[in-house]
């Protein structure tokens, strides 16, 4: 059973509609002093290699609950072939605006070519009741139009994908200091206690039994070794020194050998030697991140005898897989409360995943062990391929 967790943080239909930004006011004055436009529409091709567009922005507010998608038709794939703005005066010239609810009865048709962050391309349209409404407009001014809508959608997007990017930040942290507070109060501070009560113990001992102090100071003094042993494995994860001065993959070993001696857990790390050259270090402390969150995952809940970990680099893109032989889980009742929270170790991982631009794959069943997969473009100019 697979599910798959897509980076969509820089989907432009996402942030526009799940933003309480007035983009609406601010593109219908750009039109309104170029134009006087009545109706817009933004669509936006899904790939490249896909002819589906949809529809990531428009002038009617029904739209917005809407997963509307429209077939490329003879009007987009001329607007986008020529990269240059069109007018339509006859509908029957305009197939897409059937497609559209409002637009069925407008008269003339304006279609700006649109460039957008992530590549991505669409058609900018802007209707009229008017027969004949552009016909008048020069192209200079068409161009105008075109460069204006552009910049401020790209600049609209770009603060949006800052505010979600912030939002997530926070989130982690705040998760983080719960997690750290969680390991904190069930693992060295009821050590310290059990030491406090232990103490006095052998306080009253030394009197009644001062045979057995001995034995008893020898428990206390396992335990608080104990003790030292998991601060330092908290303080190795909230912040691990050594992936700021020697790079994710050394980092990552030391993680695999500490797992090891404190947890009595085989981990099988395989990273190539190259790759801390192809990613940069916020990369690296997020994929870091990832593959301590699903090694702690397996540890606690998967009884899995062993994991594994590959990371390295495969054509253009960045590669993590993390496997384990445990029990599995069930994926229906684990993201049941996905979006609530309800499992912080996967909402973590997915988030820091979509701070990075990669696309997190968790593949599990009940009994058959649990696959997570992580894949990252690479930006890096230094590419060697494989």
């Not at 908290?234 to 050394?250: H, S, Y």
């Given at each position: 059973m697979e599910h798959k967790v897509e980076n969509t943080s820089d989907n432009p239909r996402t942030l526009l509609f799940n933003s309480e930004f007035d983009y609406r006011s601010l593109v219908q004055s750009i039109l309104q002093s170029q134009h006087?436009?009545?109706?817009?529409?933004?669509?936006?091709?899904?790939?490249?290699?896909?002819?589906?567009?949809?529809?990531a922005l428009s002038s009617n507010t029904k739209h917005d609950a809407d997963q509307i998608s429209v077939r490329e038709t003879s009007d987009l794939t001329e607007c986008l072939e020529q990269n240059t703005p069109k007018i339509h005066d006859i509908v029957l010239h305009a197939p897409a605006l059937t497609a559209i609810a409002g637009f069925e009865n407008a008269q003339s048709a304006l279609y700006l070519p649109i460039d957008l962050p992530s590549r991505q391309v669409g058609v900018f349209i802007c209707t009229s009741d008017t027969p004949h409404h552009f016909t008048k407009t020069d192209g200079g001014q068409l161009r105008t139009t075109q460069l204006l809508l552009t910049l401020t959608l790209q600049n609209v997007l770009l603060g949006l994908q800052i505010e979600k990017e912030r939002a997530i930040i926070l989130n982690i942290a705040e998760d983080t200091r719960k997690k750290l507070a969680r390991n904190l109060h069930d693992g060295p501070i009821q050590n310290v206690s059990a030491i406090a009560l232990q103490t006095n113990y052998v306080m009253r001992l030394l009197q009644r039994n001062p045979q057995v102090v001995p034995d008893e100071l020898r428990q206390i003094e396992n335990l608080a070794r104990k003790t030292i042993v998991e601060i330092r494995q908290?303080?190795?994860?909230?912040?691990?020194?050594?992936?700021?001065?020697?790079?994710?993959?050394?980092a990552l070993y030391q993680l695999a050998e500490k797992i090891q001696t404190n947890y009595h857990q085989p981990v099988n790390m395989q990273i190539q030697e190259h790759i801390d050259n192809l990613l940069t270090e916020h990369e690296q402390t997020m994929i870091f991140y990832i593959v301590e969150e699903a090694i702690n995952n397996a540890r606690k809940h998967a009884q899995a005898a062993l994991i594994s970990v590959e990371i390295g680099q495969r054509n253009k893109f960045i590669y993590a897989d993390i496997v384990d032989n445990g029990v599995g889980f069930n994926k229906d009742a684990v993201y049941a409360n996905y979006d609530q929270r309800g499992s912080l170790g996967m909402v973590n991982m997915r988030e820091r995943a979509?701070?990075?631009?990669?696309?997190?794959?968790?593949?599990?069943?009940?009994?058959?062990?649990?696959h997570i997969s992580l894949r990252l473009p690479v930006a890096r100019e230094s590419i060697?391929?494989?």
């Open positions: 006087a436009a009545e109706d817009f529409a933004l669509l936006l091709r899904a790939n490249n290699a896909d002819d589906t567009f949809y529809l908290l303080l190795f994860t909230v912040r691990p020194l050594v992936l700021e001065n020697q790079g994710l993959r050394v979509e701070l990075i631009n990669a696309t997190l794959t968790v593949e599990t069943s009940e009994g058959k062990g649990t060697e391929e494989s």
